[in-house]
């Protein structure tokens, strides 16, 4: 039993410390802010009460017409952690029009190599990883999806969800 202790003190004291809010704002590391804008382009972070966000755009599929994507952003400013909405629907598969929802936690950051004034919403699963990444330069009112890793799509395909007023 005492030779377990170290390996359970070390394992525990893991836990403890990962066990942090994973949807705090944050700057991406190795990103120099020197030349973002006084304010960052935060549209769905901008007002004082709770609000929804639409964004909705058909993203490129390998298998079938169009991902019909709906992507809803809760707006709180008193909360610690927002809610997310993503319903995809695959058009014209081999299945015809398969549907797919998904909810969960985001969580913001802000500037990315070669767009310092870009706010990065990354999807959480429930696991608190992040799944999907969405950028809005400054000034739009447009998210681009983002690669697995968080850095624009190179491709000239669309990969914008627009938002709905």
């Not at 066990?19 to 972070?45: F, I, M, Q, Y």
């Not at 319903?87 to 767009?115: C, I, P, W």
């Not at 850095?151 to 627009?162: K, Q, T």
Request: glycine fraction near 6%; charged fraction near 25%.
């Amino acid at each position: 039993m005492s030779n377990r202790f170290p390996t359970i003190l070390i394992l525990f004291s893991l836990l403890i410390w990962s066990c942090d809010s994973p949807t705090s704002e944050t700057t991406n590391e190795g990103v120099s802010t020197a030349d973002a804008p006084a304010e960052p382009a935060d549209k769905a972070l901008e007002t004082e009460s709770a609000k929804w966000y639409n964004y909705e755009g058909n993203l490129p599929c390998a298998d079938c017409s169009a991902i019909k994507t709906t992507l809803q952003l809760e707006n709180s400013p008193g909360k610690t952690s927002r809610e997310y909405i993503l319903e995809e629907v695959y058009m014209e598969t081999a299945d015809g029009n398969r549907k797919f929802q998904s909810t969960g936690k985001y969580e913001v950051s802000y500037g990315l190599e070669g767009h310092p004034g870009a706010m990065v919403i990354s999807l959480l699963d429930d696991q608190g990883q992040k799944i999907r990444h969405f950028m809005q330069e400054n000034d739009t009112n447009k998210l681009t999806q983002l690669d697995q890793e968080g850095m624009p799509i190179e491709s000239e395909l669309n990969y914008s969800l627009v938002l709905i007023k």
